[in-house]
């Protein structure tokens, strides 16, 4: 123990850069819970689906819920120790909460449409999916270099960069099936949940990205260099084994192409939100699913509204006679 070591109190007083308020400000308007939402009355559209459509769909889930789990058990409390600022510390604070929120998410999800064996071959899957397992291992062999309490800067960017990687680029090959089946008017209401998931993710790419782009500006031009080409032989790796996943969860529902155009979109928005150009050439992404939305229930971009046609009313008030009683109003009036 450290008898020396002098702790201070969150001063909010002062803003410790010019974003981290406005940061803080907008996760609060997105919060939402699970509970919120009413993924019931999806029940007949999970029917309608193929037998193939109903196991791509799970496993789309299965394997985000994985990625999500790391991120809020390993990735987001292992970063607030290495980041300065205790303002910035308290923005990735709540959004591990958030992180533990998804993950949750995706069992309401499933326990809507599937039953209690189909939920556990689904997790059984996910912890031995081959693609699944070496994405989830290769970015927490990153995290897991902030074990060490003294972590050089160069360790601290690159497990950020990783937490960007995830949140920007690897979460959105699941993603892309809840979106794209809305777009075609199927499981709109448990893709309601999908759309806040996408919007909180938006949020913590650009805010990550920004903390790790701080750290990357500090080195000299030779140390940018050689972590550049390290961060860019780190998503090459992850990349090819996405293109491998998506074959396997999408090949039966020929989807294939269209999710890797979105992960190659997707991989580009990682780039940028760590400070670099685009490395990948994209054509034509599906707009419903580049948008993740459904014009007719709900938004979605960086500051999306937070109410949706299918959020299940939190507080009931109930009206009596005397709710009426327009006489007795009056006279209290007069």
């Given at each position: 123990m450290n008898k020396n070591k002098q702790f201070h109190a969150v001063n909010w007083n002062t803003p410790e850069n010019d974003y981290v308020e406005m940061f803080w400000e907008q996760n609060l308007k997105q919060f939402w819970i699970d509970t919120e939402y009413i993924p019931s009355k999806d029940i007949d559209s999970w029917k309608s689906l193929s037998p193939e459509m109903k196991e791509a769909y799970k496993k789309a889930l299965g394997g985000l819920t994985l990625l999500d789990t790391?991120?809020?058990?390993?990735?987001?409390?292992?970063?607030?120790?290495?980041?300065?600022g205790l303002q910035n510390k308290s923005v990735l604070s709540y959004m591990c909460m958030m992180e533990s929120i998804h993950a949750?998410?995706?069992?309401?999800?499933?326990?809507?449409?599937?039953?209690?064996?189909?939920?556990?071959e689904i997790f059984e899957w996910a912890s031995n999916n081959e693609q699944l397992q070496f994405k989830a291992k290769t970015i927490d062999a990153n995290y897991r270099k902030l074990d060490n309490e003294n972590a050089p800067p160069e360790d601290v960017y690159m497990a950020l960069a990783s937490s960007v990687m995830l949140e920007t680029f690897l979460f959105y090959s699941g993603f892309f099936l809840p979106l794209w089946l809305c777009g075609q008017g199927q499981m709109v209401a448990s893709c309601d949940i999908i759309k806040k998931i996408v919007a909180d993710e938006s949020i913590h790419g650009v805010f990550v990205g920004l903390l790790a782009q701080e750290i990357f500006n500090k080195f000299d031009a030779k140390k940018k260099n050689k972590i550049k080409d390290n961060l860019f032989k780190l998503m090459d790796v992850l990349y090819e084994n996405e293109l491998k996943y998506t074959d396997h969860v999408y090949s039966d529902v020929g989807l294939t192409g269209e999710v890797k155009e979105y992960i190659r979109y997707n991989g580009n928005k990682a780039l940028m939100n760590l400070g670099f150009e685009p490395r990948f050439e994209v054509g034509e992404v599906n707009p419903i699913v580049l948008n993740g939305l459904n014009v007719e229930t709900t938004q979605h971009d960086f500051f999306s509204k937070k109410s949706t046609n299918y959020e299940k009313?939190?507080?009931?008030?109930?009206?009596?006679?005397?709710?009426?009683?327009?006489e007795k109003e009056l006279k209290m009036e007069i």
């Open positions: 790391i991120q809020s058990h390993t990735g987001m409390p292992k970063a607030i120790d290495h980041i300065d949750k998410s995706y069992s309401t999800i499933f326990t809507t449409v599937a039953t209690t064996s189909e939920i556990d009313t939190l507080e009931v008030v109930h009206l009596h006679d005397d709710d009426f009683n327009l």
